[in-house]
């Protein structure tokens, strides 16, 4: 586990001074449900846009009760670094395993990406098949049911 004082030392988390946290509160809270919308809406003609959306909303709503129950404000290597703070704030196995599995499903889906444009072979890496559309369709399905909602839904208990 990381301690919050050396992330702090790190520059990688700061406070959030009380000018900026009600701006910053409004800016995640808007944020996690417009990519959660984004994700509803795009499952069905682009999954893959879907599951990043679905991250992302998991993520801005983990950065929304940083912010709003600690003060903490991310600033480098915000993906690990609002992982690695979660971690040590809430002790929450369930909680901790979802965003992971999130965070595990943006990776690879950035991975894809890359090794797509590397190789120019497709222009979306899961265009082609329609198969193919229907598999990532139903991941995305799956994703957005058992990682994105129950984690979504857990964060908002915590908000309370």
Request: some cysteine; proline content about 1%; glycine content about 4%.
């Amino acid at each position: 586990m990381v301690k919050i004082e050396i992330l702090l030392k790190e520059g990688k988390i700061s406070k959030i001074n009380e000018l900026e946290l009600s701006r910053y509160v409004n800016f995640f809270d808007n944020s996690y449900k417009d990519n959660l919308n984004h994700c509803k809406s795009n499952i069905e003609s682009f999954s893959r846009w879907g599951i990043i959306s679905g991250y992302y909303a998991m993520h801005d709503i983990t950065k929304l009760l940083l912010a709003k129950r600690f003060g903490i404000k991310i600033e480098l290597e915000v993906h690990a670094t609002t992982i690695k703070v979660l971690d040590e704030l809430i002790k929450n196995k369930e909680i901790l395993t979802l965003i992971k599995k999130g965070y595990e499903e943006f990776i690879s889906l950035a991975n894809d990406l890359a090794e797509a444009k590397k190789d120019r072979v497709k222009v979306q890496y899961y265009t082609g098949t329609s198969f193919m559309k229907e598999q990532y369709k139903e991941s995305a399905n799956k994703f957005l049911i058992e990682v994105v909602e129950p984690y979504l839904e857990k964060i908002k208990e915590l908000l309370k």
